[in-house]
């Protein structure tokens, strides 16, 4: 159980880590952003800069670690990233007492092994985060995390790597340094939108933190790369809070609750599943325009553009033949009601769903009289008579639930609506499936099963459903047709009849 976990979260010690902990975090961030954005407290520059700036790093550390010994299901994945800060946080400690002020410091240093090995470290904690939180996510997600990936990868890159290895200098390892920390930053960026795409980009909250978190640590290393190469970006300690901020985001997850943000695949399909590969086709499209223009004829780089975005446009109209294709085989073609299929899909996600305080219900109704109807007046009479039944369900139904035609004359609902709605639309249906014509009458037999609290399985709830219709089916033969059974003891009243 996760609530029993980490008992000695809850006792006083604990507390008043976390406690301290917010204090650090929060009020750190904020005082370090007023001192290097507005000039607060400029003769404490020493104090705030550096001693209170470190140790923001190594609080957001502590919390990951914290996070770590109160969940175990995700222990590794957060000893992970908090050993990855506290690398950062040494960098930082390093850097202060060892570099900062030093003319003849050197480069490399050891603060840029604290600096670098957070990377790696941060890679394989964001991995296994997302193995311990992934549950039943489809290729299509997979996919689109993929894409995402790869294509922030190559817009870094373009935008950044390419850029400081062009300014890059010095001996080979002091250009291998160089080059080390937009690689790490640009491979961390890739991996945050991957989740994100992964997420169906629907991330809970202690998702968005982290991955907000990372973000802004790689935007504020990007910055921080481009100021120090030729001055491309002002000079200053104004980057220094936007560290802070990615630290902050990052611990904040010992304040999160237990309960984990799973990664599923989201049950209902719409157009974001082309989104993925049509806006990153396009970015292709623009960075292949960039790189290329000048080098090649500008006639083959227009080819090149045009043949991508036909295949944009031919993925949208796949989609949406795909989508009209499946709605046809989903579909009743007499009534225009779903059909079978579409009725056990459906229903297999209303049982996910619903629950003791928001159930659903399942009627299952069968045609009395329909044979004689059909004998009387014809087939085609009594096909007319079923697409009648048809619009007349979808009329009667609006947007309580969901009508089918799962049968030559059986018909079904699920309904949604609230649990006090569900006797009057299901007497609402049985009339509407009633009709009369030249002494030949119509009328339906019906049973239902509440879901979850009498069936919590498709299989189970058809079943009960189907018992109890057949059992008031069996019951008006001998009665009269306005008298029905009552749904207790269905079961053995049919067993009385077809013994």
Not at 142 to 171: N, Q, R
Not at 314 to 333: G, I
Not at 374 to 396: M, V
Not at 483 to 495: C, M, N, S, Y
Request: charged share 20%; aromatic share 8%; net charge negative.
């Amino acid at each position: 159980m996760e609530g029993s976990e980490a008992p000695s979260s809850s006792t006083p010690t604990w507390r008043l880590m976390r406690q301290t902990l917010a204090v650090l975090l929060l009020g750190g961030t904020a005082l370090i952003a007023l001192h290097e954005w507005l000039g607060f407290a400029a003769g404490l520059d020493s104090a705030i800069s550096e001693v209170l700036y470190d140790a923001v790093v190594i609080g957001a550390g502590i919390a990951c670690l914290i996070r770590a010994a109160e969940y175990r299901r995700e222990h590794t994945a957060w000893l992970l990233i908090g050993s990855a800060i506290l690398c950062w946080g040494a960098a930082e400690v390093y850097w202060t007492v060892f570099i900062e002020g030093n003319p003849s410091a050197p480069y490399p240093s050891p603060a840029d092994i604290g600096y670098l090995v957070f990377y790696p470290l941060a890679y394989a904690g964001l991995a296994m985060l997302v193995r311990a939180r992934v549950h039943e996510i489809n290729w299509r997600l997979w996919m689109d995390g993929l894409i995402a990936a790869l294509g922030t990868a190559a817009l870094g890159t373009a935008f950044v790597f390419d850029f400081v290895a062009e300014k890059a200098s010095g001996s080979s390892l002091e250009k291998l340094t160089t080059l080390s920390y937009p690689i790490g930053d640009v491979v961390m960026l890739s991996l945050v939108v991957g989740v994100i795409a992964l997420t169906g980009w629907r991330p809970g909250r202690t998702w968005s933190l982290l991955l907000v978190g990372l973000a802004a640590l790689v935007i504020a290393d990007i910055a921080y790369t481009l100021q120090s190469t030729e001055a491309a970006l002002p000079g200053g300690e104004w980057i220094n809070p936007i560290y802070l901020i990615a630290a902050v985001c990052l611990g904040a997850a010992v304040w999160q609750p237990r309960a984990a943000d799973e990664i599923t695949s989201p049950r209902d399909r719409d157009r974001r599943e082309i989104v993925v590969p049509a806006v990153f086709a396009a970015v292709m499209i623009g960075l292949f325009s960039m790189q290329y223009y000048s080098a090649t004829g500008g006639l083959s780089t227009v080819l090149w553009a045009a043949t991508m975005t036909a295949v944009i446009v031919r993925l949208t109209m796949s989609d949406r033949e795909n989508r009209k294709l499946l709605e046809a085989v989903r579909t009743d073609s007499l009534t225009g009601l779903g059909n079978r299929g579409r009725m056990e899909g459906d229903l297999s996600s209303i049982c996910e769903q619903a629950s003791p305080q928001r159930p659903a219900m399942l009627y299952l109704f069968d045609l009395n009289g329909f044979k004689r109807y059909n004998d009387t007046f014809g087939h085609p009479a009594g096909d007319r008579l079923l697409s009648r039944f048809g619009d007349l369900l979808k009329e009667t139904i609006g947007s309580e639930g969901s009508a089918y035609r799962i049968g030559g004359d059986e018909f079904c609902l699920l309904l949604t609506c609230p649990e006090e709605r569900f006797d009057a639309v299901a007497k609402a249906a049985a009339e509407a499936l009633t009709a009369s014509d030249r002494g030949v009458e119509v009328a339906a037999a019906w049973g239902a099963a509440t879901i979850p609290t009498e069936a919590g399985d498709p299989s189970a709830a058809l079943q009960l459903a189907d018992v109890r219709m057949y059992a008031q089916k069996e019951s008006r033969r001998g009665a009269p047709a306005e008298i029905e059974l009552p749904i207790e003891g269905t079961e053995q009243a049919l067993k009385a009849s077809r013994g």
